[in-house]
Protein backbone atom coordinates (compact mmCIF):
# COMPACT_ATOMS: atom_id res chain seq x y z
CA UNK A 1 0.00 0.00 0.00
CA UNK A 2 1.30 3.44 -0.95
CA UNK A 3 2.04 5.46 1.94
CA UNK A 4 -0.48 8.74 2.34
CA UNK A 5 0.29 11.85 1.92
CA UNK A 6 -0.77 14.92 3.97
CA UNK A 7 -0.22 18.66 3.70
CA UNK A 8 1.08 21.53 6.13
CA UNK A 9 -1.96 24.04 6.68
CA UNK A 10 -1.36 26.98 5.31
CA UNK A 11 0.24 25.71 2.23
CA UNK A 12 -2.90 25.68 0.30
CA UNK A 13 -3.73 29.38 1.10
CA UNK A 14 -2.25 32.94 -0.52
CA UNK A 15 0.83 34.00 1.78
CA UNK A 16 0.24 35.60 4.45
CA UNK A 17 2.49 38.86 5.65
CA UNK A 18 5.06 37.59 3.69
CA UNK A 19 4.62 34.23 5.74
CA UNK A 20 5.05 30.62 4.57
CA UNK A 21 3.85 28.75 7.36
CA UNK A 22 0.87 30.42 9.25
CA UNK A 23 -2.93 29.91 9.98
CA UNK A 24 -4.97 30.73 7.60
CA UNK A 25 -8.07 32.73 8.44
CA UNK A 26 -9.87 31.17 6.52
CA UNK A 27 -8.98 27.35 6.76
CA UNK A 28 -12.07 25.59 5.96
CA UNK A 29 -11.45 26.07 2.43
CA UNK A 30 -7.88 24.43 2.60
CA UNK A 31 -9.78 21.15 3.10
CA UNK A 32 -11.71 20.97 -0.08
CA UNK A 33 -8.63 22.45 -2.37
CA UNK A 34 -6.77 19.45 -0.30
CA UNK A 35 -9.54 16.74 -1.43
CA UNK A 36 -9.65 18.27 -4.86
CA UNK A 37 -6.00 17.87 -5.32
CA UNK A 38 -5.49 14.73 -4.15
CA UNK A 39 -3.83 14.75 -0.40
CA UNK A 40 -5.04 12.41 2.07
CA UNK A 41 -5.31 15.24 5.31
CA UNK A 42 -4.38 18.19 6.69
CA UNK A 43 -1.45 18.26 9.54
CA UNK A 44 -3.12 21.56 11.65
CA UNK A 45 -0.64 24.59 12.73
CA UNK A 46 -1.11 26.07 15.63
CA UNK A 47 1.34 28.92 15.99
CA UNK A 48 2.78 31.26 17.89
CA UNK A 49 1.27 33.77 15.97
CA UNK A 50 -2.08 34.59 17.33
CA UNK A 51 -2.59 31.21 18.98
CA UNK A 52 -4.91 32.73 21.31
CA UNK A 53 -7.49 32.46 18.63
CA UNK A 54 -6.56 29.44 16.82
CA UNK A 55 -9.69 28.02 16.26
CA UNK A 56 -8.02 24.21 17.71
CA UNK A 57 -8.31 25.83 21.51
CA UNK A 58 -11.23 28.03 20.78
CA UNK A 59 -14.81 27.02 22.36
CA UNK A 60 -16.65 25.17 19.92
CA UNK A 61 -13.52 24.81 17.48
CA UNK A 62 -12.87 21.12 17.35
CA UNK A 63 -16.54 20.53 16.64
CA UNK A 64 -16.04 23.26 13.71
CA UNK A 65 -12.80 21.10 12.46
CA UNK A 66 -14.44 17.68 12.77
CA UNK A 67 -17.51 18.81 10.70
CA UNK A 68 -15.69 20.02 8.11
CA UNK A 69 -13.20 17.39 7.86
CA UNK A 70 -15.68 15.05 7.73
CA UNK A 71 -17.69 17.04 5.13
CA UNK A 72 -14.79 16.52 2.75
CA UNK A 73 -13.55 13.32 3.56
CA UNK A 74 -10.26 14.70 4.55
CA UNK A 75 -8.67 14.12 7.51
CA UNK A 76 -6.93 15.91 9.97
CA UNK A 77 -4.04 14.11 10.47
CA UNK A 78 -2.04 15.86 13.44
CA UNK A 79 -0.73 18.92 14.51
CA UNK A 80 2.20 21.01 14.31
CA UNK A 81 2.86 22.74 17.65
CA UNK A 82 5.16 25.46 16.32
CA UNK A 83 4.17 27.70 19.14
CA UNK A 84 7.04 26.02 20.54
CA UNK A 85 8.97 27.66 18.43
CA UNK A 86 8.89 30.33 20.44
CA UNK A 87 7.51 29.43 24.03
CA UNK A 88 9.74 27.24 25.73
CA UNK A 89 9.62 24.34 28.15
CA UNK A 90 12.38 26.06 30.32
CA UNK A 91 12.83 29.06 32.20
CA UNK A 92 10.04 31.61 32.41
CA UNK A 93 7.74 30.19 29.54
CA UNK A 94 7.46 26.48 31.07
CA UNK A 95 4.66 26.41 33.27
CA UNK A 96 2.34 28.20 30.34
CA UNK A 97 3.98 26.03 27.57
CA UNK A 98 3.52 22.93 29.57
CA UNK A 99 -0.07 23.74 29.97
CA UNK A 100 -0.82 24.32 26.20
CA UNK A 101 0.69 20.98 25.58
CA UNK A 102 -1.36 19.62 27.98
CA UNK A 103 -4.49 20.81 26.28
CA UNK A 104 -2.93 19.78 22.73
CA UNK A 105 -2.62 16.35 23.79
CA UNK A 106 -6.46 16.45 24.99
CA UNK A 107 -7.28 17.99 21.41
CA UNK A 108 -5.44 15.74 19.30
CA UNK A 109 -7.04 12.61 20.99
CA UNK A 110 -10.28 13.57 19.74
CA UNK A 111 -9.54 15.56 16.39
CA UNK A 112 -6.72 13.23 14.51
CA UNK A 113 -6.38 10.73 12.39
CA UNK A 114 -2.70 9.82 13.71
CA UNK A 115 -2.43 11.04 17.25
CA UNK A 116 0.99 13.00 16.57
CA UNK A 117 2.01 15.93 18.18
CA UNK A 118 5.02 17.49 16.02
CA UNK A 119 7.29 19.61 19.09
CA UNK A 120 9.48 21.32 17.31
CA UNK A 121 13.16 22.03 19.43
CA UNK A 122 14.50 23.82 16.99
CA UNK A 123 16.87 27.08 16.14
CA UNK A 124 16.58 29.26 18.97
CA UNK A 125 14.58 27.02 21.28
CA UNK A 126 17.18 24.06 20.19
CA UNK A 127 18.40 22.77 23.75
CA UNK A 128 22.14 23.49 23.86
CA UNK A 129 23.20 22.00 27.25
CA UNK A 130 22.47 18.63 28.77
CA UNK A 131 20.73 20.52 31.75
CA UNK A 132 18.42 22.46 29.24
CA UNK A 133 17.32 19.25 27.89
CA UNK A 134 16.78 17.29 31.16
CA UNK A 135 14.76 20.22 31.66
CA UNK A 136 12.67 19.77 29.05
CA UNK A 137 11.95 16.10 29.97
CA UNK A 138 11.26 17.01 33.56
CA UNK A 139 8.40 19.58 32.27
CA UNK A 140 6.83 16.80 29.48
CA UNK A 141 7.15 13.90 31.24
CA UNK A 142 4.52 14.26 33.89
CA UNK A 143 2.14 14.45 30.33
CA UNK A 144 2.67 11.23 29.23
CA UNK A 145 0.22 9.33 31.20
CA UNK A 146 -2.03 11.67 30.15
CA UNK A 147 -0.85 10.98 26.71
CA UNK A 148 -0.50 7.26 27.01
CA UNK A 149 -3.85 6.96 28.39
CA UNK A 150 -5.53 8.69 25.48
CA UNK A 151 -3.30 6.89 22.69
CA UNK A 152 -1.60 10.11 21.85
CA UNK A 153 2.50 10.59 20.83
CA UNK A 154 4.78 13.29 20.93
CA UNK A 155 7.00 13.68 18.10
CA UNK A 156 10.14 15.66 18.63
CA UNK A 157 11.80 17.78 15.49
CA UNK A 158 15.46 18.23 16.39
CA UNK A 159 18.48 19.16 14.59
CA UNK A 160 20.53 16.66 16.91
CA UNK A 161 22.28 13.95 14.91
CA UNK A 162 21.32 10.26 15.67
CA UNK A 163 23.36 9.63 18.09
CA UNK A 164 22.65 12.76 20.39
CA UNK A 165 18.77 12.41 19.53
CA UNK A 166 18.87 8.31 20.58
CA UNK A 167 20.32 9.95 23.87
CA UNK A 168 17.30 11.99 24.20
CA UNK A 169 15.11 10.04 23.69
CA UNK A 170 16.02 7.37 26.38
CA UNK A 171 15.69 10.23 29.02
CA UNK A 172 11.71 10.22 28.33
CA UNK A 173 10.10 7.05 30.27
CA UNK A 174 7.47 6.52 27.87
CA UNK A 175 6.83 5.26 24.53
CA UNK A 176 4.74 8.29 23.41
CA UNK A 177 7.53 10.44 22.87
CA UNK A 178 9.28 9.72 19.63
CA UNK A 179 11.13 11.82 16.51
CA UNK A 180 9.14 13.98 13.57
CA UNK A 181 11.53 13.72 10.98
CA UNK A 182 12.22 16.26 8.64
CA UNK A 183 13.61 14.84 5.25
CA UNK A 184 14.54 18.58 3.96
CA UNK A 185 15.97 19.90 7.56
CA UNK A 186 18.08 16.70 8.20
CA UNK A 187 19.35 16.93 4.53
CA UNK A 188 20.50 20.27 4.78
CA UNK A 189 22.55 19.10 7.84
CA UNK A 190 24.62 16.96 6.05
CA UNK A 191 22.72 13.74 7.66
CA UNK A 192 22.20 10.15 5.77
CA UNK A 193 18.54 10.18 5.76
CA UNK A 194 18.03 6.82 4.63
CA UNK A 195 20.30 5.44 6.90
CA UNK A 196 18.78 7.75 10.05
CA UNK A 197 15.25 6.15 8.94
CA UNK A 198 16.25 2.72 9.42
CA UNK A 199 18.44 3.23 12.68
CA UNK A 200 15.32 5.13 14.08
CA UNK A 201 12.52 2.41 12.51
CA UNK A 202 9.52 2.79 14.69
CA UNK A 203 10.45 5.52 16.56
CA UNK A 204 9.78 7.77 13.56
CA UNK A 205 6.24 8.95 14.64
CA UNK A 206 5.73 11.32 11.38
CA UNK A 207 7.75 13.18 8.41
CA UNK A 208 8.21 16.25 7.11
CA UNK A 209 8.67 16.44 3.34
CA UNK A 210 10.45 19.61 2.14
CA UNK A 211 13.88 19.47 0.04
CA UNK A 212 16.98 21.96 0.83
CA UNK A 213 20.50 21.55 -0.72
CA UNK A 214 23.26 20.28 2.03
CA UNK A 215 24.10 23.47 4.43
CA UNK A 216 21.56 25.70 3.16
CA UNK A 217 18.20 26.58 4.91
CA UNK A 218 16.49 27.76 1.81
CA UNK A 219 13.95 25.04 1.02
CA UNK A 220 13.51 24.45 -3.14
CA UNK A 221 11.05 22.49 -5.00
CA UNK A 222 10.68 18.62 -3.66
CA UNK A 223 13.32 16.46 -6.61
CA UNK A 224 15.48 19.88 -6.94
CA UNK A 225 17.58 19.61 -3.77
CA UNK A 226 19.94 17.09 -1.93
CA UNK A 227 17.29 14.94 -0.40
CA UNK A 228 17.15 11.21 -1.64
CA UNK A 229 13.75 10.67 -2.15
CA UNK A 230 13.47 7.11 -3.68
CA UNK A 231 15.76 5.91 -0.70
CA UNK A 232 13.89 7.84 2.27
CA UNK A 233 10.83 6.45 0.96
CA UNK A 234 12.20 3.05 0.33
CA UNK A 235 13.75 2.99 3.67
CA UNK A 236 10.39 4.16 5.26
CA UNK A 237 8.59 0.96 3.42
CA UNK A 238 11.11 -0.97 4.82
CA UNK A 239 10.48 -0.29 8.37
CA UNK A 240 7.22 -0.46 8.27
CA UNK A 241 6.09 3.20 8.68
CA UNK A 242 2.60 3.93 9.08
CA UNK A 243 2.08 7.38 9.55
CA UNK A 244 1.72 10.10 7.10
CA UNK A 245 3.90 11.71 4.57
CA UNK A 246 3.29 15.70 5.27
CA UNK A 247 4.13 17.67 2.57
CA UNK A 248 5.92 21.46 3.73
CA UNK A 249 7.74 21.95 0.37
CA UNK A 250 8.71 25.18 -0.89
CA UNK A 251 5.88 27.52 -2.14
CA UNK A 252 5.58 30.49 -4.69
CA UNK A 253 2.54 32.77 -5.39
CA UNK A 254 1.71 29.73 -7.61
CA UNK A 255 0.83 27.84 -4.58
CA UNK A 256 -1.72 25.36 -5.60
CA UNK A 257 0.04 24.40 -9.17
CA UNK A 258 2.83 24.13 -6.52
CA UNK A 259 1.30 21.85 -4.18
CA UNK A 260 0.01 19.74 -7.01
CA UNK A 261 3.68 18.94 -8.98
CA UNK A 262 5.00 18.67 -5.14
CA UNK A 263 2.38 16.11 -4.85
CA UNK A 264 3.03 13.99 -7.72
CA UNK A 265 6.65 13.98 -7.63
CA UNK A 266 6.07 12.25 -4.04
CA UNK A 267 3.57 9.78 -5.45
CA UNK A 268 5.97 8.12 -7.53
CA UNK A 269 8.32 6.88 -4.85
CA UNK A 270 5.46 6.60 -2.08
Not at 37 to 66: K, M, P, Y
Not at 186 to 204: C, E, L, M, N, W
Request: hydrophobic share 40%; charged share 25%; aromatic share 10%.
Amino acid sequence: MPIPIGILQGRLSPSENGRFQFSPTDWEQEFAKAKELGFSSIEWLFDFVCHETNTLLASGGAERIQAVAEETDVALNSICADYFMKYRFTGEDAKTSTEILRRLINVAAKLTKQKLILIPLLEGNAPKTDAEKREIVAKVAPLLSIAERLGVRLGFETEMDKNELSRFLELFPSPAVGIYYDIGNATSYGYDVPADIRFFGKRIFGVHAKDRRKGSTQSVYLGEGDADYEGCLSALRGIGFGGTIIMQAWRTADYLSDAERQLLFLKKYA
